[in-house]
């Protein structure tokens, strides 16, 4: 009688990269490295960088014309910091780098290379947050410090000018990073965040203004420096905290979308 060898089933073909780790997979550490490696290299555009360097520098040209007027005051000095860094310098600069992280290489059809590698999706958010954060930081960062400094109403106001710009740069690419990966007109969507939202209805009310970055870093200067800056009443570390806290979360709902759709 002869015997049949009885033959193997065939290895069933991964379903998914983003549901689990799979073999000859992307390592996390490495998938990181990869995409803050694209996307830095994507958002280091000349023209961009010296466009938004320019909106940067007009923070720092009104602290000088605040810190050169003879009635220069605590409150004008913070106010300049944080109607003009905080509410335009800090979140525009965001918007154009952090949506265009996974927003530009979903346009030009690059982020289809990084979807489809065997990577689970969440190194690709982080990354693409990261590389945007490399590019804004030094952009803001100096200007909107320098203004502060040369309002000339005193140290308290730059050391928590630093601390509320950082809070606002991670806060602020977080966000702009998950509008990145869910829509497609992005910048239109942020300007609209930034403008009407921050800019008028988080105004209106206690409530609602909780949902404003703005209120956080306009609250940590106010704590920190004894300004008097409207709607600005929290403690520092609640300015701090909460919009940590909040980066993390838009951060995850991003890695979530993107593992939930596909990429063209």
Sequence with gaps: MTNIAATPDPAPAPSSYPT???????????????????????????????ALLLLSLTATVAGFAVGTSDSARLDQGAGVVAN????????VVCLVFA??????LRDDKTL????????????IVLGAALAALTMAAPITLPPVVA????TGVGNGLVGATIIASVVGLIAYTSIFTM?????QRHIVWGLAYILIWEGFIALGGAGVAQFAMRKYTRSIINDQTGARLEGADFATSTGII???????AVLAIASWRLSHHDVD
Excluded: E, K
């Design 20 to 50: 689990g780790v799979q073999r000859g997979s992307v390592g996390n550490l490495d998938a990181l490295r990869l995409t803050y490696g694209v996307v830095l290299g994507q958002l280091r555009s000349p023209g961009r960088i010296v």
């Design 84 to 91: 003009l860094g905080f509410a335009v310098v800090i979140p």
């Design 99 to 104: 949506g265009g992280a996974i927003g530009d």
């Design 112 to 123: 289809v290379y990084l979807w489809l590698r065997p990577m689970n999706r969440w190194p």
């Design 147 to 150: 203004a502060a400094a040369l």
């Design 179 to 183: 509008m990145g990966v869910w829509l």
């Design 242 to 248: 909460v919009p940590l806290l909040v980066s993390v």
